[in-house]
T-cell receptor
Framework: GEDVEQSLFLSVREGDSSVINCTYT??????LYWYKQEPGAGLQLLTY?????DMKQDQRLTVLLNKKDKHLSLRIADTQTGDSAIYFC??????????????FGTGTKLQVIP | GAVVSQHPSRVICKSGTSVKIECRSL??????MFWYRQFPKQSLMLMAT?????????EQGVEKDKFLINHASLTLSTLTVTSAHPEDSSFYIC?????????????FGSGTRLTVV
């Protein structure tokens, strides 16, 4: 079945850029997402990208998609302590029955060191 | 790797009936599982935290009698939507976290699309 993989942990210094990587296996993905989960909170949708796009930028966030390699990354510029959280990569596609199927990665815990 | 199986993937039910959604951790034990709901083009919303052997912890605004959660074993949690209404139509996702050492990974099920007609 479909698989989405992420590294479990990333540590960066405040002010540096963070890059969180994700790989997926489903070649029919239509959307790819990045979610943020702060301690004790639910998942918050940060951004998403259509599968026919290469890049999307939103303020400090830059999403890069290499569809050929099935590789998605999230770059956070000028990382702040408030960015410390778990970041989930997810991909969605339409199943043969025509309904949405979403597969999430296991999450990358980002630790920002002051 | 860790796998969470969620069933059914899609269900259509009549208004007033109840629907049960299962969430199973296939190759690990999970004392805690989470149930989320996602509205179209919105973030996943945490509904409740399911604790094995005890009552679930519900988020503010989530009706306990409406969304019954049972976590009877270390590998199974169920969400029952009782007396479903069209406004309950949504995408429901469960997740579980492995109970081993320092592990920050949350594994998600593939979701259940509920349509109430």
């Amino acid at each position: 079945g479909e698989d989405v993989e992420q590294s479990l942990f990333l540590s960066v210094r405040e002010g540096d850029s963070s890059v969180i990587n994700c790989t997926y296996t489903d070649s029919s993905s239509t959307y790819l997402y990045w979610y943020k989960q702060e301690p004790g909170a639910g998942l918050q949708l940060l951004t998403y990208i259509f599968s026919n796009m290469d890049m999307k930028q939103d303020q400090r966030l830059t999403v890069l998609l290499n569809k050929k390699d099935k590789h998605l990354s999230l770059r956070i510029a000028d990382t702040q302590t408030g960015d410390s959280a778990i970041y989930f990569c997810a991909e969605s596609s339409l199943n043969s029955g025509g309904y949405q199927k979403v597969t999430f990665g296991t999450g990358t815990k980002l630790q920002v060191i002051p | 790797g860790a796998v969470v199986s969620q069933h059914p993937s899609r269900v259509i039910c009549k208004s007033g009936t109840s629907v049960k959604i299962e969430c199973r951790s296939l190759d690990f034990q999970a004392t805690t599982m989470f149930w989320y709901r996602q509205f179209p083009k919105q973030s996943l919303m945490l509904m409740a935290t399911s604790n094995e052997g005890s009552k679930a912890t519900y988020e503010q605004g989530v009706e306990k009698d409406k969304f019954l959660i049972n976590h009877a074993s270390l590998t199974l949690s169920t969400l029952t939507v009782t007396s479903a209404h069209p406004e309950d139509s949504s995408f429901y996702i469960c997740s579980a976290r492995e109970n081993r050492g320092v592990n920050y990974g949350y594994t998600f099920g593939s979701g259940t699309r509920l349509t109430v007609v």
